[in-house]
């Protein structure tokens, strides 16, 4: 059973900088694509990134250039580097795993993490 563990959300001032991280156990890690997503109270959860065993990416446009996602396929662990952070990036940012798909599956499936929050405030 596919476990995943989120750690490094927090409050951020606006253009500040912070990073998540995913520690996932139970599975085979390199056939997993691994994403972030996030959400805010009363809106559907949202895409932000999700990187391939083999190093591609895709981003949510509203992120690019700003969020960096990373994967280290021998220590089971996903990041998300975020930078140059806004009040809108404000929700809580759940990691996720999707076996044998590419990184432009955006879908709500696959195994979830507990989530962590970001806040964005001055």
């Known amino acids: 059973q596919v476990q995943l563990v989120e750690s490094g959300g927090g409050l951020v001032q606006p253009g500040g900088s912070l990073r998540l991280s995913c520690a996932a156990s139970?599975?085979?890690?390199?056939?997993?694509?691994m994403g972030w997503y996030r959400q805010v109270p009363g809106k559907e959860r949202e895409f932000v990134a999700a990187i391939h065993s083999g190093g591609s990416t895709n981003y949510v446009d509203s992120v690019k250039d700003r969020f960096t996602i990373s994967r280290d396929n021998e220590k089971n662990t996903v990041d998300l580097q975020m930078k140059s952070l806004k009040p809108e990036d404000t929700a809580v940012y759940y990691c996720?795993?999707?076996?044998?798909?590419?990184?432009?599956?955006?879908?709500?499936?696959?195994?979830w993490g507990q989530g962590t929050q970001v806040t964005v405030s001055s």
């Open positions: 996720n795993a999707k076996p044998g798909v590419s990184v432009f599956s955006k879908g709500l499936w696959g195994s």
């Open positions: 139970g599975v085979t890690f390199t056939m997993y694509v």
